[in-house]
């Protein structure tokens, strides 16, 4: 009987998942709605939990908004609600969302927790998540960060996003000899310097950091 009654809130829909925006409700509008919806419906998907880590502002209206870890535990102990792993996420939802609809900041938080705890997630819970990043294009290039006032601000275009197998260490000289700083590289902190290193350039390594040492490792591992 529980499953069954619009009680649940859910995360507000994303702009893919809504119609045209009207005059008398716009978009930004529409996306800040919350619903109630039953845990099943006739002819409808289950919803689910997130994976831990994702931003919310990823997060659709397949998706309930829980309160705490204590609440999500006792619907998927108690009301059978299924957490969706990373590596399904990637590939069903995020990979799914067209990039120019895609909020920046979500979208290299969520890359960034995922790819510091790439060993731990695949050992523990998701060991195809390392052939899963391998060939999803989710990894803002250097040139997708050519201005640096872009940080945080508008959707990284999808011809500035490439797959970690379509990328190259920018620790190796000769490949920053021979390729495009910026088209063949990842962007910082993904190629191990800080956020607000250069990234226009063979430079892009001087604000090393520890986190973004991290982060370039956890892209080695998925084929960088």
């Known amino acids: 009987m529980l499953r069954s009654l619009p009680i649940y809130e859910v995360h507000a829909s994303l702009q893919h998942e809504q119609g045209p925006a009207t005059a008398s409700q ?9 619903q109630f919806l039953p845990l099943s419906q ?4 289950p919803l689910l939990l997130a994976p831990v880590g ?15 870890a204590t609440e999500e535990d006792i619907l998927c102990k108690h009301l059978s609600i299924h957490r969706l792993s990373i590596s399904d996420f990637l590939v069903q939802y995020l ?6 609809q895609m909020d920046r900041s979500a979208l290299i938080g ?3 927790y995922v790819l510091r705890n790439l060993k731990q997630i695949t050992t523990d819970q998701d060991p195809s998540l390392l052939s899963v990043i391998r060939d999803l294009p989710l990894i803002p290039t250097r040139a997708a960060f050519s201005n640096p006032q872009q940080y945080g601000r508008d959707p990284v275009p999808k011809a500035l996003l490439a797959a970690p197998v379509h990328l190259f260490d920018p620790r190796n000289n000769a490949f920053q000899q021979l390729l495009d700083p910026l088209a063949h590289f990842p962007a910082p902190p993904f190629d191990g310097s800080s956020s607000s290193s250069s ?9 090393a950091t520890a986190e973004g040492a991290a982060l370039l490792e956890g892209l080695v591992l998925c084929g960088l």
């Open 26 to 34: 716009p978009q930004q509008q529409q996306q800040q709605q919350s």
């Open 199 to 207: 990234s226009s350039g063979v430079d892009g390594l001087e604000g």
């Open 54 to 68: 994702v931003s919310t502002k990823l997060l659709g209206s397949r998706f309930i908004s829980s309160e705490s």
């Open 110 to 112: 969520t890359m960034m």
């Open 95 to 100: 990979d799914a969302i067209a990039p120019e």
């Open 42 to 45: 006739a002819g409808q998907p």
